[in-house]
């Protein structure tokens, strides 16, 4: 009799072993999308650590202790029901659960399964957990969106629209993943409801089975209706995906292509409703934020240009609002691109809205910024730990990285992607940069400045810098003239720690005005005219005797520089307003007090170019001119006879000169433009130059005062005119 028991025992054990296969598709998947920008670059090992931190933090089982630092704590599980998991969720309270949460986690356990790690077991007990709470009973369905686990009870009746679309697609995933025909079915039996609870037979998306009141753009989870498609044959879900995009389209901005966190179905305007999770703020924020995420993933998978159409009306404020480098991106915009947030990094957002440009024709060099800025952002290690990120900035930032890495693929039309090796190697590397450097004292200069100086940490983070720090940055080019010129990696700054001392990592290139470091009244500067080309987000600062008094070296009044591959010529307008404060330059955020304007100005002994990506990054720099002007755009009155005044510049083969009405040039490029401005920078004239020619100004502008100014994507002169 006991060896009959024990057989079949052993036949039990066996059976619950092997009812799940190994995963077909095991992390990491390395499958580039068949549209769009996968990032190829990625060490992978960061994802599993992430995702290590994350279930260690958020994911719980039936019968174990979540530390809430209360009385609470033994009874934060007490009342979910036996074999099941949860995802803590929402960040408010730890004793609560979300179906999103349960969703989440279903999609993340199936794609961070790997051969050593199969967390095949984990997927089923979140999945019994959401059968526990159907809305449906018994049938499968949607769950209801918010259950107390202190004590079993359902406080949020109905499903949750999105969690219903994601829970669906982690079935079907789940089921190729581990052979396993009854998740398929499962799956197909929950479309179905969706279809009939979640969605209007129009296609519109309801917020959820219970209610109806707004268009939540969020909820716009067309990759899931395509592949809700492709898996029941139903041509619903193909009205589904067209009625959502046109709506979602009409509530975006005309100018940012932000949409709203909730959009009124007729007016498409921005709206309120009881399910606002973002204080009211009738804007771009904590549901909103995650738009982007799923027209990329829609775009990725299946190529839809409507998902395309939706993340390009966003990219050109996008990349203008954050100089290219992701980590500027702030928690919570307005439509209009105003925010009333402070400057933290939030992978919700970061990451939301970063991967809008994972489906652009050009996203450049974004991709990589955003990898760095997801990749060192760190989620909490421990529910009550002082720093990391909570459940659901910390729960997309994988879901994020997961997807733009190519480790997210559609395995129901897995022969659509194309298996890649990840190459973290292949991001941009600093390397010495060309030309000859010069030692301190050679007498080279550029713009007349000779005092310049290359510094960067030593902390050992991993920060490198060409040249290295210490040198003047000044380079002799084979022409013969000179530039200042760095490449450069900057490591990414610590998570911040209450009460803890940190090392924050800096890079960058400065000049001082004179050798002895001296401080200059410059009252009457105007503006900062600098021709650089740069990668990377590099910040011009004036080095103020301000700063240095209230010991906060690094937090000088400044203005970034937007990369871009050429020459440019841009002006930095250094005026002030009505309330002595600088119009355009800024502090950082860290800084705890402001100077005015004015007794900024009365004592500088320099500026430099700060490398500024807060989350690591590549960055290099180029500069070929920095001229400091007053109103009249001459050199201010305190740098005469200084170093300001070039005093050895190089020869250049370009002229251009203005003389008895006329101005004549030569020596550019097919390309040159000429422009004209008024004392008051308003443009008055301009047009195609050519390499050489004339213009005669008794034709174009009336007597008075004027700047004429030629440039060719390389070169840039500029004359003032009096006639």
Known sequence: ?????????????????????????????NKAHPFGNTFKNAKTSVIKSHFDAWKKTWYTEAGSQVDLSNTDSQNANKGMPGGTARVISPNEDRKMTVSEGIAYGMLIMVYMSDNTNDYSSQFEKLWKFWKSYMVSGGSVSGMHWKINSFDGKTEGQGSASDADFDAATALIMASKQWNNATYLNDAKTLINWIK????????????????????????????????????????????????????????QDATTGLMPDWCDWSSHKATSTSAAVSGGYKGFYDDAARTPWRMAW??????????????????????KETFG????????????????????????????????????????????????????????????????????AATLNILYMLLFTGNMPDFNNIDKFTTFTPDPDGVRKPKAPEGTL????????????????????????GTVMYPDSGSTGIYKMADGSYQIQTELFVASEPTYEPNK????????????????????????????????????????????????????????????????????????????????????????????????????????????????????????????????????GTIISALKGVNAVPKSLPTSRQTFMHEAGQIMYSGFGKNAKIYIFDLNGTQVYSRHAGSAGSLDLNK???????????VDGVNSKQVRILK
């Open 196 to 251: 009939s609870n979640d969605m209007e037979s129009d296609g519109r998306v309801r917020p959820g089975s219970n209610w109806n009141d707004a268009f939540n753009p969020s909820y716009s989870t067309i990759a899931a209706f395509q592949l809700f498609y492709n898996v029941t044959n139903d041509s619903f879900w193909q009205t589904a995906i067209k009625t959502t995009m046109d709506h979602l389209l009409k509530c």
């Open 438 to 461: 010069m030692p301190e004292n050679s007498g080279a200069t550029v713009s007349g400045f000779e005092h310049w100086g290359s510094y960067c940490d030593k902390f050992g983070m």
């Open 1 to 29: 009799m006991n060896k009959f028991y024990t057989t079949i025992a052993s036949i039990v054990a066996i059976t619950a072993s092997t009812c799940f296969a190994a995963p077909a598709f095991p992390f990491p998947q």
């Open 298 to 319: 829609a775009y990725y998978w299946y190529g839809n240009e409507e998902a395309k159409q939706s993340n390009d009306k966003i990219i050109t404020w996008l990349d």
């Open 325 to 392: 480098y992701p980590a500027l991106i702030l928690p919570g915009y307005n439509l209009d691109g105003s925010s009333p947030s402070d400057i933290f990094v939030s992978s919700t957002y970061a990451g939301g809205l970063g991967l809008s440009m994972a489906s652009a024709t050009n996203p450049g060099w974004f991709l990589e910024n955003l990898y760095y800025t997801l990749a060192n952002t760190e989620g909490k290690d421990a529910i009550n730990a002082k720093k990391g990120e909570n459940y659901f």
């Open 501 to 632: 001392q940190l090392n924050y990592p800096f890079a960058g290139l400065a000049v001082s005005f004179d050798k002895d470091h001296k401080y200059y009244d410059l009252s009457d500067l105007q503006t900062v005219r600098v021709t650089y080309k740069s990668q990377g987000l590099m910040r011009f600062a004036i080095l103020d005797e301000e700063t240095l008094i209230q010991k906060q070296e690094g937090g000088e009044p400044g203005a970034y520089l937007h990369p871009t591959d050429d020459f440019i010529t841009v002006d930095i307008d250094i005026s002030g307003d009505a309330s002595d404060e600088f119009k355009s330059l800024d502090y950082p955020s860290w800084v705890n007090y402001e100077n005015s304007r004015s007794a900024t100005l009365k004592a500088v002994r320099g500026v430099k170019f700060d490398a500024k990506m807060i989350k690591g990054g590549y960055a290099s720099f180029n500069l070929k001119e920095v001229m400091l002007l007053d109103g009249n």
């Open 700 to 710: 174009i502008a009336a007597k008075g005062a004027y700047i004429a100014r030629i």
